[in-house]
C-alpha cells in the first residue's frame, strides 16, 4: 500500500506564500497522476489541481494562474506552489495518488490532510 504524508500548511495572510509538499511511500507498481484538493468547512472536497506522470497539468479556475503544481517522479513526490494567496484558500488540503497495482488495477490513495489558513 501507499502512504501520503503531507506538509507545508500553515496559517499566512492574504497575498503571500505557501508551498505544500507531498511524498509517497509504500510498495506500489506505479503512481500515475498526482493531485491536491481542498475542503473548506461546510463545502464539498474540490480538486485544486492535479499532474499526471507525463507532466501535463490541470487547475481549478479559482486557481489557475495563482497556484503551481508540479512533481518529482524520482522521488514519487508532488508540490504546490500557492502564491497570491486569498482568504477563500482557507481550508484543508489533500494529496491525492493513483496508484497502479502490479495486476493492471488500480487505487486512490489520500493523505491526512493539511490545514491552510489564510488570514485578511
Known amino acids: 500500500q501507499v502512504q501520503l504524508v503531507e506538509s507545508g500548511g500553515g496559517l499566512v495572510q492574504a497575498g503571500g506564500s505557501l508551498r505544500l509538499s507531498c511524498a509517497a511511500s509504500?510498495?506500489?507498481?506505479?503512481?500515475?497522476?498526482m493531485g491536491w484538493y481542498r475542503q473548506a468547512p461546510g463545502k464539498q472536497r474540490e480538486l485544486v489541481a492535479a499532474?499526471?506522470?507525463?507532466?501535463?497539468?490541470t487547475y481549478a479556475g479559482s486557481v489557475k494562474g495563482r497556484f503551481a503544481i508540479s512533481r518529482d517522479n524520482a522521488k514519487n513526490t508532488v508540490y504546490l506552489e500557492m502564491n497570491s494567496l486569498k482568504p477563500e484558500d482557507t481550508a484543508v488540503y489533500y494529496c491525492?495518488?493513483?496508484?497502479?497495482?502490479?495486476?493492471?488495477?488500480?487505487?486512490?490513495?489520500w493523505g491526512q490532510g493539511t490545514q491552510v489558513t489564510v488570514s485578511s
Open positions: 499532474i499526471t506522470r507525463g507532466g501535463s497539468t
Open positions: 491525492n495518488a493513483e496508484g497502479v497495482h502490479i495486476t493492471g488495477s488500480t487505487t486512490n490513495f
Open positions: 509504500g510498495i506500489i507498481f506505479r503512481i500515475n497522476a
